[in-house]
Antibody, heavy 123, light 110 residues
């Protein structure tokens, strides 16, 4: 069974940093792209970032480009989201989700999703 | 990248059919046959119910179906049941390994 478990959320000050982790199990980790999707309180879903199976290629939404960086440790079956220069509008539940292809350009769906981790940016 | 347009809410009585639209542009929904749909209950993670426009993952009820015409994708729920009351989101590939979600639709079973 595929399982994704996010961690690392919490309270951060504006301008601060947080590093989210997503531990994966139940599949060959390096064969699949992984993505981060966030949901602000009471709002809809927003794609944040995707990383290829190898970890070589990463892509980010314009809203986080230059501030957030995805990476993955294949040996630890874990994907990370480094979030710098945090803003109040980054407050959200952050989900990691598994793609169905190794190449991010070929991903057709996000399935499954982790349970999410809450990030709150406030002074 | 602007969010895809969905109706804020759709409602129906048990047993009826409802359709949720998802309107994008010729750069996303209209260009790629890569629209997926997700069901989300309050406080829970989203769940995939349709991918590649009209394909159902194993275990998803056949009451859910998807289609696309031009820049608009649609999700139809037939034989509406109380358990279908949830939020529904469409998502489209938007090129260059980026994705865009819809604003979400709240489905209410009357």
């Amino acid at each position: 069974e595929v399982q994704l478990l996010e961690s690392g959320g919490g309270l951060a000050q504006p301008g601060g940093s947080l590093r989210l982790s997503c531990a994966a199990s139940g599949f060959t980790f390096s064969n699949y792209a992984m993505s981060w999707v966030r949901q602000a309180p009471g709002k809809g879903l927003e794609w944040v970032s995707s990383i290829s199976g190898s970890g070589v290629n990463t892509y980010h939404a314009d809203s986080v480009k230059g501030r957030f960086t995805s990476s993955r440790d294949i040996a630890k079956n874990t994907v990370f989201l480094q979030m710098n220069s945090l803003r109040a509008e980054d407050t959200a539940v952050y989900y990691c989700a598994k793609g169905d292809r190794r190449d991010t350009a070929l991903v057709t769906r996000f399935d499954p999703w982790g349970q999410g981790t809450l990030v709150t940016v406030s002074s | 990248q602007s969010a895809l347009t969905q109706p804020a809410s759709v409602s129906g009585s048990p047993g009826q059919s409802i359709t949720i639209s998802c309107t994008g542009t010729s750069s996303d929904v209209g260009r790629f046959n890569l629209v997926s749909w997700y069901q989300q209950y309050p406080g829970k993670a989203p769940k995939l119910i349709i991918y590649e426009g009209s394909k159902r993952p194993s275990g998803v009820s056949t009451r859910f179906s998807g289609s696309k015409s031009g820049n608009t994708a649609s999700l139809t729920i037939s034989g509406l049941q109380a358990e279908d009351e949830a939020d529904y989101y469409c998502c489209s590939y938007a090129g260059s390994s980026t994705f865009v979600f819809g604003i979400g639709t709240k489905v209410t079973v009357l």
